[in-house]
């Protein structure tokens, strides 16, 4: 157990609408990372929160957004969903943001179908 | 753009090393990861290595850095059934965040 809770696990849904999948990360953590693994593409960055700010972000679409609360735990939202945004998605988390061994640790992701 | 590179598939015997070949693009990174992906989990740090060593060890586990060929390896010595996993080879890119290959799948046959 990495210590990095994802929910749903599971998410079936149609095209065109919205979804939001939750991350909470390891207590202690305060970075927050995304990740969209899919078959084609392999596993690609999406965004990153440090400490409720956003830090860096990566092939994140306009449809998508996030954001890291308060309380440190993150949420990233999907709309107008698509076929091709089927996909695993993985929340990771670290102490740091960047600068140093920079382990991550990763949920078990929440899988959408897009149908 | 900054990219990570490797082969798809492995399958090895049990007892038997497994050899893990990755290449990158961004020469300016100062780690080097390997996780490990097991069905249904997330990833998990296996190991690292810092871009002034060529070499790490860490029980079974073997990691070479080539900086000048951008090329990056995990050996896995004995391979186990257990061993069998998606294994991704990481570089910490400019913003800080990781960029992760496409994951190597690594079947292990008795």
């Known amino acids: 157990d990495s210590g990095v809770t994802q929910t749903p696990k599971h998410l079936i849904t149609a095209t065109g609408q919205r979804v939001t999948l939750r991350c909470s990360p390891r207590s202690g953590d305060l970075s927050v990372y995304w990740y969209q693994q899919s078959l084609d593409q392999g596993l690609q960055f999406l965004i990153q929160?440090?400490?409720?700010?956003?830090?860096a972000k990566g092939n994140i679409l306009e449809r998508f957004s996030a954001q890291q609360f308060p309380d440190l735990h993150s949420e990233l939202n999907l709309s107008s969903l698509e076929l091709g945004d089927s996909a695993l998605y993985f929340c990771?988390?670290?102490?740091?943001?960047?600068?140093?061994?920079?382990?991550?640790?990763f949920g078990e992701g929440s899988r959408l179908t897009v149908l | 753009g900054e990219d990570v590179e490797q082969s798809l598939f492995l399958s090895v015997r049990e007892g038997d090393s497994s050899v893990i070949n990755c290449t990158y693009t961004d020469s300016s990174s100062t780690y080097l990861y390997w996780y490990k992906q097991e069905p249904g989990a997330g990833l998990q740090l296996l190991t690292y290595i810092f871009s002034n060593m060529d070499m790490k060890q860490d029980q079974r586990l073997t990691v070479l850095l080539n900086k000048k060929d951008k090329h990056l390896s995990l050996r896995i010595a004995d391979t186990q059934t257990g061993d069998s996993a998606i294994y991704f080879c990481a570089s910490k890119g400019s913003q800080g965040n990781l960029i992760f290959g496409k994951g190597t799948k690594l079947s292990v046959k008795p």
């Open positions: 990771a988390s670290s102490v740091a943001p960047s600068g140093t061994s920079g382990e991550l640790f």
């Open positions: 929160y440090y400490n409720g700010e956003e830090r």
